[in-house]
């Protein structure tokens, strides 16, 4: 139990659907950060929230966006879904002094067919 | 954006050996890490955050780091097979986002 939960756990979409996925971090945690992992692959960086505010994106299209709540929730959404969106889906939260690092979630493995 | 290098595997060690998993860095700013470790399937978790030059020790782990040499090592004592996984070399990127490798794919064999 990490403190930092994922929901869906696993999603099948069609291809130009839309999709909310939710992050619910711990107390205190006001940074929280998206990663799309493909198979084989890192994470890569989709877009960073501190205090509610966008203060960092990735070298995502605009379709990916994302909304942080005052009570360290979080969500990721994208729409018109193409097949390579096709990933785990990662949430990471970070208290201010980030020597703790990052804690991450479980993950939402999406699928697009 | 803060990026390092690793060898991708897989590293294949016998159980009770040794493993390390080394990371070389070429930003001189960059001046602590996270070793974060993903099982298959799973998300990454922290194991280790060293930020001085030297060792760190956690149990059977040991995070090293030479800063004059620009790399940062993370040993394995006594390998067990259920450490076989992905670990990954993180430079903390100060309030942004980290950058992520592919990272190098541990295999402990029984």
């Known amino acids: 139990e990490t403190g930092v939960t994922q929901s869906p756990t696993h999603l099948i979409k069609t291809r130009g659907q839309q999709v909310t996925l939710r992050c619910s971090s711990q107390s205190g945690h006001n940074t929280v950060s998206w990663y799309q992992q493909a198979l084989g692959q890192g994470p890569q960086f989709i877009f960073q929230?501190?205090?509610?505010?966008?203060?960092g994106r990735g070298n995502f299209p605009p379709r990916f966006s994302g909304l942080q709540f005052p009570n360290y929730s979080s969500e990721l959404n994208v729409n018109a879904l193409e097949l390579d969106d096709s990933a785990l889906y990662l949430c990471?939260?970070?208290?201010?002094?980030?020597?703790?690092?990052?804690?991450f979630g479980s993950g939402t493995r999406l699928t697009v067919v | 954006q803060k990026e390092v290098e690793q060898n991708s595997g897989p590293l294949s060690v016998p159980e009770g050996a040794i493993a390390s998993l080394n990371c070389t860095y070429s930003d001189r700013g960059s001046q602590s890490f996270f070793w974060y470790r993903q099982y298959s399937g799973k998300s990454p978790e922290l194991i280790m955050f060293i930020y001085s030059n030297g060792d760190k020790e956690d149990g059977r782990f040991t995070a090293q780091l030479n800063k004059a040499s620009q790399y940062v090592s993370l040993l394995i004592r006594d390998s067990q097979p259920s450490d076989s996984a992905t670990y990954l070399c993180?430079?903390?990127?100060?309030?942004?986002?980290?950058?992520f490798g592919p990272g190098t794919r541990l295999s402990v064999l029984p």
């Open positions: 990471a939260s970070s208290l201010d002094d980030r020597s703790y690092g990052y804690t």
């Open positions: 993180v430079p903390d990127n100060y309030g942004q986002n980290f950058v």
């Open positions: 929230y501190y205090r509610e505010e966008e203060n």
